[in-house]
C-alpha cells in the first residue's frame, strides 16, 4: 500500500482536468485518480465547439464518449462583401453534457465537486476545510491566470441559447457572421465583431455575439442588447434557455519562459490555458487539450517531477510551434483600424480550404503561411510593419459589468 489516497490528483474540473480524468480512465484504468472542482459540476457553464478535422483518429474516438451536436454538411461565414460554405464538420459540447458523460465514465470516487483548493504541492492539494489529498502525481488545470508576461488582447463574448416558436430554417453553423455592426460597446471601441450561431435543433439556436477587443471588459448588458437585435433582424427571436459569458485571452507575444516560472510550482504538472495550452488566436483549445491528456495518459507512471517537467517541455514546443498565430495577431490588434479589422478575416477565408482547417488545427505549413502573408494585405503595409514592432498591452485581469 502507497499511502496515499490516489496515483493522480488533476486540480480543476474544467476541458483540460476532465479530459485527462477521462483519458487516464478509458487507457489506463488500473491509475487511482481524483478530479476536484470548487464548482457544482466539472465543466461550469461553458460550450467547446471544433472542427472534425482538428482531431486524430485517437482524439476523436477520446470525444466520441460525449453526447454533442455534430453537423457534417459545413459552415458558413458571412462578411460585408463575401460569404462562402466551408465544407468541414464541425462539432460542440456543453457543459451539462461534459458533466454527465464524466460521471458516466469516471471510476464513482474520481470526482469530486463543491471543494475549493487552498494550496498545491508535489504530494497532493489541501481544500479549504482542511482536506488533505495525497497523490503521487499533481496536475494543476485551475484555468488561464493573467499577468505580466503575455502580451494580447481579449476575446470576450456572451452566448444565448434560444428556442424559437417556430422552426428556425438554419441548417449549419455560421461560424462568423461579421455583416454584423462592428462598433463594440462604450469602454470596448477597439474590437473586431462577429456573430456566431448554431443550430443546435429544429427550434433551438446557440447565439454568441463575440468582440475580439483591447480590453477584457465584459458588458453584459451591452452584449444582450446585441444578442436581442441580431435575433430581431433575423427572424430568430424566441426565448431565452441559457447563457454563458466569457473573457479568453488572445496571444500575441510575451516571455513564456518567465510565464511558465510564474505559474512553476515544484514537481507540480500545469496543462490547460495556465500552461499555455491555446491557440493564441482563436482562442481554441479542445484540440489541445486532447493532445495533452493522451499525452498524459500514455506517460501515466511518471513520477510528478517528471511528468511536471514532460507537459513544460511540450508547452515550449507549443509555443514555438504557434509563433505564426501570434504574428498575426499583433497585425489585427496593432495594425488594422477597428472598425476594418474584419478585413483580416474576409481575406483569409477566401484561401483554399484545406489551408482553413490546418490553421484552426495550429498546423499550418511554410507554404500556407506564405499564402496567408503574400498578396494584396487587408491593412496597408505600413500598418503591417509597425504590428510587427509594436508590443500588444500585458494581459491584465477581466473585468465584468454586471447589468445595471
Not at 460542440?92 to 464513482?108: G, I
Request: charged share 25%; hydrophobic share 40%; glycine share 10%.
Amino acid at each position: 500500500m502507497s499511502g496515499r489516497d490516489c496515483d493522480i490528483a488533476i486540480v480543476g474540473g474544467g476541458l483540460s482536468g476532465g479530459l485527462i480524468a477521462l483519458a487516464l480512465a478509458r487507457h489506463r484504468p488500473d491509475i487511482s485518480v481524483r478530479l476536484i472542482e470548487s464548482g457544482a459540476q466539472p465543466g461550469g457553464n461553458h460550450r467547446w465547439s471544433w472542427f472534425a478535422s482538428d482531431l486524430d483518429t485517437d482524439g476523436t474516438e477520446l470525444m466520441a464518449r460525449f453526447r454533442k451536436a455534430e453537423w457534417d454538411d459545413g459552415y458558413d461565414v458571412r462578411f460585408p462583401a463575401y460569404r462562402r460554405r466551408l465544407s468541414a464538420g464541425y462539432r460542440s459540447l456543453a457543459s451539462e453534457d461534459f458533466a454527465a458523460s464524466l460521471e458516466r465514465e469516471l471510476a464513482d470516487d474520481t470526482i469530486m465537486t463543491g471543494r475549493q483548493v487552498a494550496a498545491v504541492d508535489a504530494a497532493g492539494a489541501t481544500l479549504e476545510d482542511g482536506t488533505r489529498i495525497t497523490a503521487r502525481s499533481v496536475i494543476d488545470c485551475r484555468g488561464f491566470a493573467a499577468g505580466d508576461q503575455l502580451h494580447g488582447g481579449w476575446q470576450v463574448f456572451m452566448g444565448r441559447h434560444v428556442r424559437t416558436a417556430k422552426p428556425h430554417g438554419i441548417a449549419r453553423p455560421i461560424i462568423m457572421d461579421a455583416k454584423v455592426d462592428q462598433l463594440a460597446p462604450a469602454g470596448n471601441e477597439g474590437a473586431y465583431r462577429f456573430v456566431y450561431v448554431l443550430p443546435l435543433g429544429l427550434h433551438d439556436l446557440f447565439v454568441e455575439d463575440t468582440y475580439y477587443a483591447d480590453k477584457p471588459d465584459l458588458d453584459r448588458s451591452a452584449l444582450s442588447g446585441r444578442i436581442d437585435q441580431y435575433c430581431r433582424a433575423a427572424g430568430l427571436e424566441g426565448d431565452p434557455v441559457s447563457f454563458e459569458t466569457g473573457v479568453l485571452p488572445v496571444v500575441t507575444g510575451g516571455d513564456f519562459g518567465a510565464f511558465q516560472a510564474a505559474h512553476r510550482n515544484p514537481g507540480v504538472s500545469v496543462a490547460g490555458a495556465r500552461g499555455g495550452f491555446m491557440h493564441p488566436l482563436t482562442s481554441y483549445t479542445l484540440p489541445i487539450a486532447v493532445n495533452v491528456a493522451l499525452a498524459v495518459a500514455r506517460d501515466a507512471d511518471l513520477p510528478g517531477e517528471q511528468m511536471s517537467a514532460k507537459l513544460e517541455t511540450m508547452a515550449r514546443q507549443y509555443w514555438r510551434k504557434t509563433g505564426f498565430y501570434r504574428l498575426l495577431g499583433r497585425m489585427l490588434f496593432n495594425g488594422a483600424i477597428p472598425q476594418e479589422r474584419y478585413r483580416i478575416f474576409e481575406r483569409f477565408y477566401r484561401l483554399p480550404e484545406a489551408l482553413v482547417e490546418r490553421f484552426y488545427a495550429g498546423q499550418s505549413t511554410l507554404l500556407d503561411r506564405a499564402r496567408v502573408l503574400i498578396g494584396k494585405p487587408p491593412i496597408p503595409v505600413w500598418r503591417a510593419i509597425k504590428a510587427l514592432t509594436t508590443s500588444s498591452p500585458e494581459l491584465a485581469s477581466p473585468q465584468s459589468k454586471e447589468d445595471s
